[in-house]
């Protein structure tokens, strides 16, 4: 199978690449706007992958990519999503290619699912919202509502733990939760919500309320009859710091304009919260009757996360392609199939009923 990662010189990219070169069955090719760190990186398969420069704000060196390497999948990790997606899909179903996209920011992914009728009539499959959000999420929300069944409250809430890739990475988790942000927004944005039980090493936590990818989903779950949504930062004074650049406008200038790596590594030593641990986890709580399903999920490190989940699903497209359309990464994996399959990865998840 031939696999044409973007944005494979990110910190996603990396991670996934150090799955992907142990299996010699897959020949891939390597994309972005940088070739020096692409060349080094190619040089740790072997045979060395194939390296194309592109950047995919520009259609016509994306389709030139296309034309040339003739990949079976293209795997996009090259945020910032707002401005990608769209390029990339659209390129993808020129090229009658199969696409398979972590894009979480919710404004980009109605404008994907937009293409689903598009998709069809080409007989291309499009896969969005793979990796940790909201294909993983999604697939322990599956379990827990399997459990629960019908007309459920739900609370769906996130921690963002500290990174091991330092403000790099916290900088990247900013400008994608400034992504988030371009999308409609509720007035109680970063409110506070219910305490939640969150995994170890987290434990309980207050949640903030705002659009994590699930929002564009949850009003048509079967189900659930009402749901609240949210996350809690590392870095606790973040959650204020966005609620003020909204309530100035901001907020995308803010993120991506104003926020610095220098800024990041000063406040990683003085603002930390009570949830100032590694990881990510993910807690989802379904009440009907008195009766709760809890599920929990936990990972020590958030981008590695998402990696893995994409290793698993390539895996899984390469025994079989989803059927042609525009579908979330939960909905062309099986749940607990999936979910068993990232536990030797250091994934820890658990439905209990109290």
């Known amino acids: 199978m031939r696999l044409l990662?973007?944005?494979?010189?990110?910190?996603?990219?990396q991670l996934l690449c150090a799955e992907l070169r142990k299996?010699?069955?897959?020949?891939?090719?390597?994309?972005?706007?940088t070739v020096a760190p692409l060349t080094n990186l190619a040089a740790t398969f072997s045979p060395p992958a194939a390296v194309y420069q592109c950047d995919v704000s520009q259609s016509s060196t994306l389709d030139a990519v296309l034309q040339a390497f003739k990949p079976d999948i293209v795997v996009n990790v090259a945020g910032n999503y707002t401005t990608t997606a769209m390029t990339v899909a659209e390129a993808c179903l020129a090229a009658k290619t199969m696409l398979f996209d972590i894009c979480d920011e919710p404004k980009a992914m109605v404008a994907l699912r937009g293409l689903h009728d598009r998709a069809v009539a080409v007989g291309v499959p499009l896969v969005i919202g793979g990796g940790t959000a909201p294909?993983?999420?999604?697939?322990?929300?599956?379990?827990?509502?399997?459990?629960?069944?019908?007309?459920v409250q739900l609370r769906m809430g996130y921690i963002l733990g500290l990174n091991h890739y330092g403000p790099n990475a916290v900088q990247t988790v900013s400008r994608g939760i400034s992504g988030?942000?371009?999308?409609?927004?509720?007035?109680?944005?970063?409110?506070?919500?219910?305490?939640m039980k969150f995994p170890q090493p987290f434990g309980p936590q207050k949640i903030r309320k705002y659009p994590v990818p699930e929002?564009?989903?949850?009003?048509?779950?079967?189900?659930?009859?009402?749901?609240?949504?949210?996350?809690?930062?590392?870095?606790?004074?973040?959650?204020?710091y966005f609620r003020f650049l909204q309530q100035l406008g901001m907020t995308p200038w803010g993120v991506s304009r104003f926020w610095s790596s220098t800024v990041a590594l000063f406040c990683r030593g003085l603002f930390l919260s009570r949830c100032g641990a590694d990881g990510i986890a993910v807690a989802i709580e379904a009440e009907r009757d008195g009766r709760t399903v809890i599920?929990?999920?936990?990972?020590?490190?958030?981008?590695?996360?998402?990696?893995?989940?994409?290793?698993?699903?390539?895996?899984?497209?390469?025994?079989?392609?989803?059927?042609?359309?525009?579908?979330?990464?939960?909905?062309?994996?099986e749940a607990a199939s999936f979910l068993k399959q990232l536990e030797p990865r250091g994934v820890v998840w658990q439905i209990q009923t109290n």
């Open 5 to 13: 990662i973007i944005g494979a010189s990110g910190v996603v990219g």
């Open 23 to 33: 299996r010699p069955q897959l020949t891939i090719a390597l994309a972005g706007r």
């Open 135 to 151: 294909q993983t999420s999604c697939s322990l929300l599956q379990q827990v509502m399997e459990a629960a069944g019908p007309d």
């Open 180 to 195: 988030l942000m371009s999308h409609d927004q509720p007035t109680d944005l970063w409110t506070v919500g219910p305490l």
């Open 215 to 240: 929002t564009i989903l949850l009003d048509t779950w079967p189900g659930v009859k009402a749901w609240y949504a949210g996350a809690r930062l590392s870095f606790g004074w973040l959650n204020a």
């Open 295 to 333: 599920g929990q999920l936990y990972h020590p490190e958030m981008s590695q996360l998402t990696a893995h989940a994409l290793a698993v699903s390539i895996d899984l497209f390469e025994a079989k392609h989803p059927e042609p359309g525009v579908w979330w990464g939960h909905e062309v994996v």
